[in-house]
């Protein structure tokens, strides 16, 4: 298994951005696939973002398509989740994910095996 950790979570305003990073460690980073979800009160976790091992196909939640950019750095072991023009609806725990059996990007919460502790996301209006 991979160990992973996420952080640069905060409190912003509308409209500011974030950079969340997710540190791994562990197994080889690179055979897997990558994934950010994100889990506000009262809600189920659901689907932000999704990276293949490489880096070179992504995919996104409706909701955050054309706000959000996930990205990786095998060499480094980190992934990151760069947001944008952040909105109170994006109030959330988010949590970065991993995916040893993934070969495209996958929103399938199921497939993913090794999570993190989860970083808190806070957007004021």
């Known amino acids: 298994q991979v160990q992973l950790v996420e952080s640069g979570g905060g409190l912003v305003q509308a409209g500011d951005s974030l950079r969340l990073s997710c540190a791994a460690s562990?197994?080889?980073?690179?055979?897997?696939?990558m994934g950010w979800f994100r889990q506000a009160p009262g809600k189920e976790r659901e689907f932000v973002a999704a990276i293949d091992w490489s880096g070179g196909r992504t995919t996104y939640a409706d909701s955050v398509k054309g706000r959000f950019t996930i990205a990786r750095d095998n060499a480094k072991n980190t992934g990151h989740l760069q947001m944008n023009s952040l909105k109170p609806e994006d109030t959330a725990v988010y949590y970065c994910?991993?995916?040893?059996?993934?070969?495209?990007?996958?929103?399938?919460?199921?497939?993913?095996?090794?999570w993190g502790q989860g970083t808190q996301v806070t957007v004021s209006s």
């Open positions: 994910a991993a995916c040893l059996a993934c070969g495209a990007p996958s929103d399938f919460t199921r497939q993913y095996s090794s």
């Open positions: 562990g197994r080889t980073f690179s055979l897997y696939g």
